[in-house]
């Protein structure tokens, strides 16, 4: 049988009556070796925005040795998969059960916090032990990002001194963490929230090894086209520099959605069309959740042997399921002649796409295929890859 290897080959090929999902191992592939050789420090992989076993081995080949895990199931699944990465938990609220198996199972060394309650319990979970990395969560402002991450976790920093002396208190190394929300459009995010580090740092007289600058680090979507990751870098690298914190003083980030959404993609069918409204067979309770939750715009594109000569117009799409919320504003611009029986691609959903699946109302995934042509946009076009590093065509199980 002839190989899928693209988007438009697949459709053709399978005639899926299932949504299938695309996965572009040399797009991730070029996203951390992007990370790995130009972020000024080191880079971990935010393994929420997609667990998938096979992203997080690519990620690895591509130089990313450092992952950032959220859950206890997290740092299990990393550690199987990745004996020798060091893993940080970073989520702020952790079960105690979950911080005394990480620290004593997994060689976890690394963890955040945002109060002194926490503070007393990654101590009392880890039997004081005296080799942690703890990094104080700060409050920082979601102004310049599409999704915030402003209300749940981070101490103001008018109260972040006590903390942070406590800290250094319990600490072989103290970090001062932060995450100034995702997909943030300009680098300005970061060096106000490296303002407020600095203030912090100043009202506590604590002497700070790690600063770790968070996620955020956008990716390209209809209507929110980024400036290039490196001025990013650059802003990010002069504010750390200005910090006043010791030479030896290490600079982390933690981008999820950067390094993972050009990874996937979806062929999804169109079931029935009702003028400007495509029922398609992928929604809400699928790879789609951002899609319909937060009105996020994704790329999508007809895919049909004769490409269609008809003008782009505005469509929405309702989902598969019975359920009124199944529902993607959009708009998806596509040709005025989308049919029932059409197969659409829609793109850069590798991140917090896949990873959001559910089965409900039976409607759950189909197969999953490794292509080799380009995302449907790219942050990191001219990035030299070497081709034998890149996974050989074949079906995965993710
Ligand atoms: C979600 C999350 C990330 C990743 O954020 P992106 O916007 O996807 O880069 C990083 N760190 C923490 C603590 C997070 O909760």
């Given at each position: ?23 572009r191992p040399h797009a991730a592939l070029r996203a951390a070796r992007f990370f790995a050789e130009k972020f000024p420090g080191t880079t971990m992989y935010a393994?929420?925005a ?5 992203l997080i081995r690519t990620l690895w080949d591509g130089g990313i040795k450092v992952y950032d ?13 990745l004996?020798d990465a060091t893993?940080c ?98 680098p300005?995010?970061y ?19 790690v600063i770790d600058v968070g996620g955020g680090f956008p990716s390209i ?5 980024p400036g290039e990751l490196t001025r990013y870098f650059d802003v990010i690298h002069a504010a750390f520099e ?8 290490e600079l982390w980030c933690e981008p999820g959605r950067a390094l993972s959404a050009e990874y ?86 590798g991140a ?22 380009e995302p449907?946009d790219s942050a990191y076009g001219d990035t030299e890859v070497t081709p034998s590093v890149v996974t ?7």
């Open positions: 049988m002839h190989k899928p290897y693209n988007a438009l080959g697949v459709a053709r090929d399978t005639n899926p009556s299932q949504p299938v999902t695309l996965i393994v929420k997609n667990p998938s076993p096979d895990v959220a859950s206890i199931a997290e740092v299990r699944l990393v550690r199987e998969l004996p893993l938990f970073m989520h702020p609220v952790k079960a105690p059960e979950a911080i005394a198996e990480a620290y004593f199972e997994h060689g976890v060394r690394t963890f955040s916090l945002d109060n002194l309650e926490e503070l007393a319990k990654v101590v009392a979970a880890t039997k004081g032990a005296t080799d942690l990395t703890l990094c104080v969560r700060l409050r920082v402002s979601s102004a310049h990002s599409k999704l915030s991450l402003a209300s749940k976790f981070g101490v103001g920093v008018e109260d972040a001194a006590p903390l942070l002396m406590a800290a250094r208190q319990a600490s072989d190394a103290l970090g001062i963490c932060f995450h100034v929300g995702s997909q943030a459009m300009s300005q995010a060096s106000d929230a490296l303002s407020l580090v600095r203030a912090a740092i100043v009202s506590a007289g604590v002497t700070v090894d979507y209809p209507g929110m086209e200005a910090l006043p914190i010791s030479y030896s003083a996937a993609s979806i062929i999804v069918r169109v079931e029935q069309r009702r003028d400007d409204v495509l029922y398609i067979n992928d929604g809400a309770y699928g790879a789609l959740f951002d899609a319909a939750h937060v009105d996020w715009r994704f790329p999508a594109r007809l895919l049909r042997d004769t490409p269609s000569h008809t003008k782009d117009m505005a469509f929405s799409f309702y989902g598969p399921t019975c359920d009124d919320m199944d529902f993607m504003r959009g708009p998806f611009m596509l040709p005025a002649d989308v049919q029932a029986g059409d197969y659409l691609e829609i793109g850069m959903l917090y796409g896949s990873a959001m699946r559910t089965a409900f109302n039976g409607f759950t995934n189909g197969d999953t295929v490794v292509v080799t042509d449907m050989p065509i074949r079906k995965v199980n993710s």
